[in-house]
């Protein structure tokens, strides 16, 4: 992973002070935005879901110096996102509403350059949480 680490540092260290609020409006825009991901957290207790997609995201900045065991950890998560009923055309929608939410937060600080390391970070997380889900083809036909 070739990730700009300093830039991704430096802006996920000016949202962590909001972290409750980021994770609540990452979840606003992503319903709002994308109505069909809505199902899939229907059984989901969203006060504990805002929590641990925060935890996510600081494992993952807390070991961008540490790519192996990062990728380990990726992979496990995308294996365990297949019995969420996570599907590889929702990881776009959650990354967009990634992006969008810290566009808000960051405000005059979301250069083209820390959009790019953000766009480069969720590609990469993205892929390999991919890898490490085996998605039974059913899944991976377009009609779906
Ligand atoms: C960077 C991408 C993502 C990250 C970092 C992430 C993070 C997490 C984490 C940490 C959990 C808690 C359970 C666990 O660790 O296995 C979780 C659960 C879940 N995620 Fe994600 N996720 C991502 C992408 C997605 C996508 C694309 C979807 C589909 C819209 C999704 C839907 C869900 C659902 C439905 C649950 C289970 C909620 C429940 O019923 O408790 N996630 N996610």
Redesign the pocket.
């Known amino acids: 992973m070739s990730l700009n680490v300093e830039l991704l540092e430096q802006s996920f260290n000016r949202i962590k002070p909001n972290a409750p609020e980021f994770a609540a409006s990452f979840y606003e825009n992503l319903f709002a935005d994308y109505p069909q ?1 809505k199902p ?2 229907a ?3 969203m006060a504990e ?1 805002k929590k ?2 925060i ?3 600081v494992l993952v900045i807390e070991n961008l110096r540490k790519p192996d065991a990062l990728a380990g950890a990726l992979k496990g ?1 995308g294996a ?2 297949v019995q ?3 599907l590889p055309e ?2 776009p ?2 990354g967009a509403s990634i992006l969008k939410t810290f566009e808000s937060y960051l405000g005059a600080d979301w250069t083209p350059e820390v959009k790019q390391a953000w766009v480069d970070a ?1 590609e990469a ?2 892929s390999l ?1 991919l890898e490490g889900a085996d998605y039974p083809e059913e899944a991976l036909k377009l009609s779906n």
């Open positions: 991901a899939l957290f059984n989901a207790n879901q641990k997609i935890a996510s995201l998560m365990r996102h969420y009923g996570t929702h990881y929608l959650v969720y997380i993205a949480m």
